[in-house]
């Protein structure tokens, strides 16, 4: 009896042991089970990532930078009757500001802005030499004696300050750099502020159009030139704010004008032939077509 006992201890405990066994190797194949699932979730998932993020990218690409630090002031001003921009910056802690491309008959709407605003106008800076906006630097200059007037050096006008390429405007903490933007005119200039994203430029590039050249002084392939590597050059989602649109728009990126501005996605060559050929109506004698060399003081 003791013997049998023993015996059936002994197989008892046996068949315990192979399925403790038995089990174990359950619960390692659904560990392995779930690994393998894991892996394949993790490696679905960092496939997802990257798609999402190379879209992402894609995006980015051209998306403008928003907003401005708290400190910059950025205010367009329109002018319906010649479709002309007028641009207020400043420094918002330290008030100091600078007016690009002012009009002369809203000259007033413009001081009205700055004195509500409590601004303290330091520079009027002009983007190029057409009498629709240097005779209202002169007008400004009479309101504000202490207002410096800006031009390129390559206008041949007075002003009190005659910038060139590569030159600093400050204004608070804030500058503007400038490029030389010849083809509309010789002293066609664009100002740029890189900490904040944004340029100004003026009659080279429009939003979908670019500055007429069949002007004294005009010039497509000098143009095509200075878009191509003063603009077109700057990061894609940095945004230009242009000086006249006449559908309604108030600014683009560098990215939408490389990619949607029907003059200058064509070659040079094509582009020479696009201005050579445009018929723009003839501008009266108040408006832009003069660009002959006078006072900014």
Do not use: W
């Amino acid at each position: 009896m003791s013997i049998f006992s023993s015996v059936l201890r002994f197989c008892g405990r046996n068949v315990r042991i192979s399925r403790q066994i038995s089990s174990c190797l359950s619960v390692s194949s659904q560990v392995l089970n779930l690994s393998k699932q894991s892996a394949i979730f993790a490696h679905v998932s960092y496939e997802k990532s990257m798609m999402i993020k190379g879209f992402s990218k894609g995006l980015s690409t051209h998306i403008e930078r928003q907003p401005h630090s708290e400190d910059f002031f950025l205010r367009q001003l329109f002018d319906r009757e010649s479709c002309t921009y007028t641009y207020l910056l400043a420094d918002a802690y330290s008030k100091d500001a600078v007016l690009i491309d002012p009009v002369i008959e809203l000259i007033e709407r413009d001081l009205e802005v700055v004195g509500e605003l409590g601004l303290n106008i330091r520079y009027a800076l002009s983007t190029h030499m057409h009498s629709d906006h240097t005779k209202a630097v002169q007008k400004l200059k009479k309101y504000l004696p202490e207002c410096k007037t800006a031009i390129s050096a390559a206008s041949g006008a007075i002003a009190d300050i005659l910038v060139r390429h590569g030159d600093i405007i400050h204004f608070g903490r804030h500058n503007l750099e400038v490029r030389a933007t010849p083809g509309h005119t010789n002293c066609c200039v664009t100002y740029v502020c890189h900490d904040q994203g944004v340029a100004f430029t003026g009659d080279t590039l429009l939003i979908r159009g670019c500055g007429r050249t069949d002007f004294d002084q005009g010039d497509p392939e000098t143009l095509y030139n200075s878009i191509y590597n003063q603009i077109f050059s700057l990061p894609n989602k940095l945004r230009l704010y242009p000086g006249h649109d006449y559908r309604g728009r108030t600014v683009t990126t560098v990215y939408e004008e490389k990619r949607y501005n029907p003059r200058l996605t064509k070659s040079r060559e094509e582009f020479i032939q696009i201005m050579k050929t445009l018929n723009f109506a003839h501008a009266t004698d108040n408006q832009m077509e003069h660009s002959l060399p006078e006072s900014f003081k």
